[in-house]
């Protein structure tokens, strides 16, 4: 089930009649045409619960100084943000859905995905399950998860020294998890529904599945022994060490370093529940050799950075986003635990997508490279209503020759010849006339700005020269490979 969740601008705060044609709100972030922001705002990403119920992003350093012009970008401004209460909404709706299936159907098996703030959005819906003495769902993931252990000193920077604690965050999180993994539900038995064992409809594998040891199936045309593992009660942590957004100094969440044996001198890892697993997903080459996903049997200690390495080598990253205050370190020698179990067949970690691979290339010696892609539609349109269009511009200018009886309609002047060429277009397709000169043969030669939309296929189409491609962040690596 896709759920869906987000921010909606109240009605009379959407701004409508932009030049460029893409609603926004109050503080200018670019909507859909419902006036909604799918997710939410990227820069309202927390690394705990208790600041979804707080105010949103203030897009001020220090409370004066303005992040937009110090790293802002075409596809994500540091805007400000409305307050995140949208997020506590969306895990209340996120535990409705799971009660209701509860209800219904209830030993029906519901696993939930999370990514990025979806993962936060699904553990305080847990909060609430518990709360409401509601089961849990089966089974979670959570990928590329910004939820962090640390105290930032960048995060406390932006919150003007009001910052969760260590301690409090790691409590919130072992009451979730150990919510979760308290009572399986036993029922179904994966033996019951073996297709051996099951009369007529409801068995969910084949012939060599017996929900339980000595399975087979085929992979890649081989035929593969695996034990099958019944995974209810657990959670599954995915984390990306090349994750350029979770990593960025005030975030330093554990979907970029996983989560350690120790914190601050006290334990970690081994505080929270047995059926918590962590599977690293990572482009790093040891030994000359690519670090294969489900390869180690666990619990395997893997370190996050040996001597030479670098945390964000090779990444294509300029000087200044690798710089303490914009990005975070891995701590040389620092190993995390591997608990995750055996995958049948050990897999290649892929980020590549539908990008293109650059600098350093695939086969750099430590095995990170860059990834640039064209935009998809939404960032382009975000770019358009930041800036990467401007109505009078002249630098992506046309020229086209236009019947004198269109062109010439109202008058023979510019105003009256752009009147004609706009009539009943919507916004984002009207243009800006800068000259216009009748020919012998009935025709106008008009020299016009691009329209918003031209100005967006350009950008999704990368450009002549793919100056409009961006690099990838690895952010959405994992859920974008399709393997």
Not at 91 to 98: E, G, Q, V
Not at 259 to 264: A, F, G, I, P
Request: net charge neutral; hydrophobic share 35%; glycine share 10%.
């Amino acid at each position: 089930i896709p759920f869906y969740w987000g921010f909606r601008e109240e009605e009379k705060h959407i701004i409508k009649d932009a030049p460029h044609g893409e609603w926004m709100d109050r503080n200018r972030n670019r909507l859909d045409k419902a006036g909604t922001l799918e997710g939410g705002h990227f820069v309202n990403a927390t690394t705990n619960l208790p600041d979804m119920w707080g105010k949103g992003f203030n897009g001020k350093l220090f409370g004066f100084i303005s992040l937009n012009l110090l790293a802002g970008e075409l596809t994500h401004p540091l805007f400000s943000a409305p307050g995140r209460r949208y997020m506590v909404l969306a895990a209340m709706r996120l535990a409705m859905l799971i009660r209701i299936i509860r209800k219904r159907y209830p030993n029906d098996t519901v696993n939930v995905v999370g990514h990025s703030q979806g993962t936060l959005i699904t553990l305080l819906a847990h909060a609430f399950l518990n709360e409401d003495k509601v089961r849990p769902a089966d089974g979670v993931v959570m990928i590329n998860s910004p939820y962090s252990l640390r105290e930032p000193n960048m995060e406390k920077l932006q919150g003007f020294g009001a910052q969760q604690t260590a301690e409090a965050r790691l409590a919130t999180l072992d009451a979730i998890l150990k919510f979760i993994a308290a009572a399986p539900n036993p029922y179904p038995t994966l033996s019951s529904i073996a297709l051996k064992n099951c009369q007529g409809y409801g068995a969910i594998g084949g012939p060599g599945w017996s929900g339980g040891s000595a399975c087979e199936t085929t992979i890649d045309a081989k035929r593969i022994a695996f034990n099958e593992r019944d995974n209810r009660g657990s959670v599954y942590l995915y984390f990306t060490p090349q994750d350029q957004t979770v990593g960025l100094a005030n975030v330093q969440g554990i979907g970029w370093q996983g989560v350690d044996e120790q914190l601050y001198g006290k334990p970690l890892r081994r505080t929270l529940p047995l059926s918590f697993h962590q599977r690293i997903f990572t482009l790093r080459k040891r030994g000359g050799e690519k670090e294969l996903i489900g390869l180690h049997t666990p619990p395997h200690a893997y370190p996050l950075l040996l001597q030479g390495e670098d945390t964000w080598e090779d990444t294509g990253l300029p000087c200044l986003q690798r710089m303490s205050v914009a990005r975070a370190s891995l701590e040389q020698g620092k190993s995390v635990m591997l608990t995750a179990p055996l995958l049948p067949v050990p897999v290649e970690t892929n980020f590549d997508a539908d990008g293109t691979v650059v600098m350093p290339g695939a086969d750099s010696n430590s095995g990170v490279y860059q990834i640039k892609d064209k935009l998809a539609p939404i960032d382009a349109a975000i770019a358009i209503s930041n800036k990467a269009w401007t109505p009078e511009s002249t630098r992506h200018s046309r020229l086209e020759a236009i019947d004198e009886a269109v062109a010439f309609k109202h008058g023979r002047d510019i105003g009256s010849v752009q009147k004609a060429l706009n009539e009943g277009k919507e916004i984002s397709e009207t243009t800006h006339v800068f000259a216009a000169r009748a020919t012998d043969d009935g025709k106008v030669l008009v020299t016009r700005s691009e329209t918003p939309y031209e100005a967006r296929m350009r950008l999704q189409s990368g450009g002549k020269d793919k100056e409009h491609e961006e690099a990838l962040s690895f952010h959405s690596a994992i859920p974008n490979n399709p393997e």
